[in-house]
T-cell receptor, first 117, second 111 residues
Framework: EAGVAQSPRYKIIEKRQSVAFWCNPI?????LYWYQQILGQGPKLLIQFQNNGVVDDSQLPKDRFSAERLKGVDSTLKIQPAKLEDSAVYLC???????????????FGPGTRLTVT | GDSVTQMEGPVTLSEEAFLTINCTYT??????LFWYVQYPGEGLQLLLKATKADDKGSNKGFEATYRKETTSFHLEKGSVQVSDSAVYFCALRYNFNKFYFGSGTKLNVKP
């Protein structure tokens, strides 16, 4: 089966510009996650969707970051305006379903490497 | 709050050497524990998991045992190969399938 797709793979922008990332999860996966991975650190959850609803966006910097999953499939993550500290790899992941006591595996995409200059 | 601490890298070993990557956690309740691996240029992949105390996860020759008394989930492999060179992440799963990840440990295996 096809994996999680992300584009673009690399993006270089200047500070104060805007940027958008796209993610297509594995077919049938109801739960979608966006993570930020700063160099030398582990991934940090930004937002979690269940179908087209937001489950958790407590760590999303809402003054500049936004995300949507309008039809419960593809998702976009936007940064506007970008800051230098936003330089990171943005990972998208999906899983079958979100249940309190489940441990369904998360499948990760290859990530988008963002450099803000 | 919940957190994961893993040993800093890089770890450099010769082929066929024994590997240990330490991971300890802080959590309320009884989390599930995971090791993910990231090969160069690829996304994270689940390597193994354990969902309760004393469980042992294993895959591709790697093992880790969920130790509640020491709050640890150390990754081990008896004989590493060059193809094992990657970054390894310890992770903790908490409410509603959300994860805390450690900072990652880079492993370099030399032939």
């Amino acid at each position: 089966e096809a994996g999680v797709a992300q584009s673009p793979r690399y993006k270089i922008i200047e500070k104060r510009q805007s940027v958008a990332f796209w993610c297509n999860p594995i077919s049938g996966h109801a739960t979608l996650y966006w993570y930020q991975q700063i160099l030398g650190q582990g991934p940090k959850l930004l937002i979690q969707f269940q179908n087209n609803g937001v489950v958790d966006d407590s760590q999303l910097p809402k003054d500049r970051f936004s995300a949507e999953r309008l039809k419960g499939v593809d998702s976009t993550l936007k940064i506007q305006p970008a800051k230098l500290e936003d330089s990171a790899v943005y990972l998208c992941a999906s899983s079958l379903v979100q249940l309190r006591d489940s441990s369904y595996e998360q499948y990760f995409g290859p990530g988008t490497r963002l450099t803000v200059t | 709050g919940d957190s994961v601490t893993q040993m800093e890298g890089p770890v450099t070993l010769s082929e066929e050497a024994f590997l240990t990557i330490n991971c300890t956690y802080t959590a309320t309740g009884y989390p599930s524990l995971f090791w993910y691996v990231q090969y160069p240029g690829e996304g994270l992949q689940l390597l193994l998991k354990a969902t309760k105390a004393d469980d042992k996860g294993s895959n591709k020759g790697f093992e880790a045992t969920y130790r509640k008394e020491t709050t640890s989930f150390h990754l081990e492999k008896g004989s590493v190969q060059v193809s094992d060179s990657a970054v390894y992440f310890c992770a903790l799963r908490y409410n509603f399938n959300k994860f805390y990840f450690g900072s990652g440990t880079k492993l370099n295996v030399k032939p």
